[in-house]
C-alpha cells in the first residue's frame, strides 16, 4: 500500500473568491440529484477554481515568506557589521541554506545578498559619516571593511564621490 501525505492546506479567501465558489457549488448541486452530460465538466471547472485559489494563495505565501526572511537577515546583518559578516552567516542566522538566501533575495528584492548588503554597509558609513565625528578609519571597522582603504575605493566606485567628500558635503547642507 502507498502512504499518502496529507497535502491539506488551509487558505483565507476573498468575499469575491467565494461568492464565485459559491456560484459553482450551486451549479454542481443540482447535478448531485439529476446528473447531465456537462456534470464532470462543471466538476473539473470547481477543482481547477479551487487549484488556481490555493495556487494563487501559495505564490502569495511565498512571497510574504522571502520578504520576511530577506527583512530579517538584513537586519541581523546590520546588527553585526563590525563582525564582517558573509552571505553564510546570515543564512545561518535566517535559517536556510545560502542558496536558497541567494534564491530570496532575488526573488524579494531582485538583487543578491551581497548586493543588498553592500548597501546596508553603505547606507550605515553615510549615518555615520553624516551624524558623528569618527575618522574614516573608524568608520570603515564601525561598517564591515577590512580597511580604510577597502571602503574609500569601494565608496567612490558606487557613490561617485570619495567619502570625505560626501562627508564635507554632507556637513555644508
Not at 2 to 16: E, F, I, K, S
Not at 111 to 136: G, I
Request: proline letters at 4%; charged letters at 25%; aromatic letters at 6%.
Amino acid at each position: 500500500p502507498l502512504a499518502r501525505l496529507d497535502r491539506r492546506r488551509a487558505v483565507t479567501l476573498q468575499p469575491d473568491q467565494i461568492a464565485s465558489l459559491r456560484a459553482l457549488f450551486l451549479e454542481l448541486e443540482d447535478d448531485y440529484v439529476q446528473p447531465t452530460e456537462i456534470t464532470h465538466l462543471r466538476a473539473e471547472r470547481l477543482k481547477l477554481e479551487l487549484t488556481i485559489t490555493v495556487l494563487a494563495d501559495a505564490e502569495r505565501t511565498t512571497r510574504d515568506t522571502a520578504g520576511h526572511k530577506v527583512a530579517a537577515g538584513l537586519a541581523w546583518y546590520a546588527e553585526h557589521l563590525a563582525q564582517r559578516p558573509s552571505v553564510e552567516d546570515v543564512a545561518r542566522a535566517v535559517n536556510v541554506s545560502p542558496s536558497h538566501l541567494r534564491r530570496l533575495f532575488l526573488q524579494a528584492m531582485g538583487v543578491s545578498p551581497l548586493e543588498a548588503m553592500k548597501q546596508v554597509q553603505h547606507d550605515r558609513a553615510k549615518q555615520l559619516m553624516q551624524s558623528t565625528d569618527l575618522s574614516l578609519s573608524d568608520v570603515s571597522v564601525a561598517c564591515g571593511f577590512s580597511a580604510q582603504s577597502v571602503f574609500s575605493r569601494d565608496f567612490a566606485k558606487r557613490q561617485n564621490i570619495t567619502p570625505q567628500a560626501w562627508r564635507n558635503a554632507a556637513d555644508g547642507e
